[in-house]
């Protein structure tokens, strides 16, 4: 599995930019604008001017507040954390070189959207293959990347999560996303730690189905694609 991140991403391009105009959409800007207030200036609020109309009778105070003011679509700041399955089991078929090549689609994706991105890999135990606010994911550091890919050992998903909870709340984004890219032969408490974790930190973690047999995805996550 290990090779040139950068053979990877010239050779997946234009999947790279056919997601990077999918983001867009995914992480839209608020639809509507908000109305804030009350302000000395702006559009006239008629509920505020009512009010202020009553204060004057009642006390001979004016209160000149009484304008709204437009606050435009903001893009709401997004932490995304990969979990890459480097476990044996992905040695079939090609579902190794599929998870590498989703991983440095979804990084490259991500990052030109200016989304911070975190992966970890994960076997019988956790690795770190960069970190949310790595700025200086260089070449060099993309190919360090893909040789922490090599399958082996078991598939330890339930505390690969528990990594992927401690990296998400280091983050200070709006909201956050665990993916996971996996063949789903993980631990049977994998859907209780996936429950509890979309429950308390109100974080989607969603399973990526990666070659035959993957069905499982199913069954260890709550939102899951094949």
Same mark, same amino acid.
């Given at each position: 599995?290990?090779?040139?991140?950068?053979?990877?991403?010239?050779?997946?391009?234009?999947?790279?930019?056919?997601?990077?105009?999918?983001?867009?959409?995914?992480?839209?800007?608020?639809?509507?604008?908000?109305?804030?207030?009350?302000?000395?200036?702006?559009?006239?609020?008629?509920?505020?001017?009512?009010?202020?109309?009553? /204060?004057?009778?009642?006390?001979?105070?004016?209160?000149?507040?009484?304008?709204?003011?437009?606050?435009?679509?903001?893009?709401? $700041?997004?932490?995304?954390?990969?979990?890459?399955?480097?476990?044996? $089991?992905?040695? /079939?078929?090609?579902?190794?070189?599929?998870?590498?090549?989703?991983?440095?689609?979804?990084? /490259?994706?991500?990052?030109?959207?200016?989304?911070?991105?975190?992966?970890?890999?994960?076997?019988?135990?956790?690795?770190?293959?960069?970190?949310?606010?790595?700025?200086?994911?260089?070449?060099?550091?993309?190919?360090?990347?893909?040789?922490?890919?090599?399958?082996?050992?078991?598939?330890?998903?339930?505390?690969?999560?528990?990594?992927?909870?401690?990296?998400?709340?280091?983050?200070?984004?709006?909201?956050?996303?665990?993916?996971?890219? $996996?063949?789903?032969?993980?631990? /049977?408490?994998?859907?209780?730690?996936?429950?509890?974790?979309?429950?308390?930190?109100?974080?989607?973690?969603?399973?990526?189905?990666?070659?035959?047999?993957?069905?499982?995805?199913?069954?260890?996550?709550?939102?899951?694609?094949?």
């Amino acid at each position: 599995v290990p090779g040139s991140w950068t053979a990877r991403r010239q050779s997946r391009q234009r999947i790279i930019d056919d997601m990077v105009g999918e983001l867009e959409t995914v992480f839209a800007k608020r639809s509507m604008p908000e109305w804030t207030g009350p302000h000395r200036s702006g559009r006239l609020d008629m509920q505020r001017l009512m009010q202020s109309r009553l /204060e004057f009778r009642a006390t001979g105070r004016r209160n000149p507040k009484v304008f709204k003011q437009r606050r435009d679509p903001t893009e709401r $700041s997004t932490d995304v954390v990969i979990c890459i399955d480097t476990s044996t $089991s992905m040695l /079939e078929g090609y579902k190794a070189e599929g998870a590498a090549d989703a991983l440095v689609v979804l990084v /490259e994706a991500l990052r030109q959207r200016n989304i911070n991105v975190g992966v970890l890999g994960f076997s019988t135990e956790v690795s770190l293959i960069k970190d949310l606010h790595q700025e200086d994911f260089d070449r060099t550091a993309k190919d360090e990347a893909m040789a922490q890919l090599k399958p082996d050992g078991g598939t330890d998903d339930v505390v690969a999560l528990a990594a992927a909870r401690e990296m998400v709340q280091q983050g200070t984004a709006d909201q956050s996303i665990v993916l996971f890219l $996996s063949d789903g032969e993980g631990n /049977e408490e994998m859907r209780q730690a996936v429950e509890h974790t979309e429950s308390e930190l109100a974080v989607p973690v969603i399973g990526v189905g990666l070659g035959a047999g993957c069905e499982d995805v199913v069954t260890s996550y709550v939102h899951s694609l094949q």
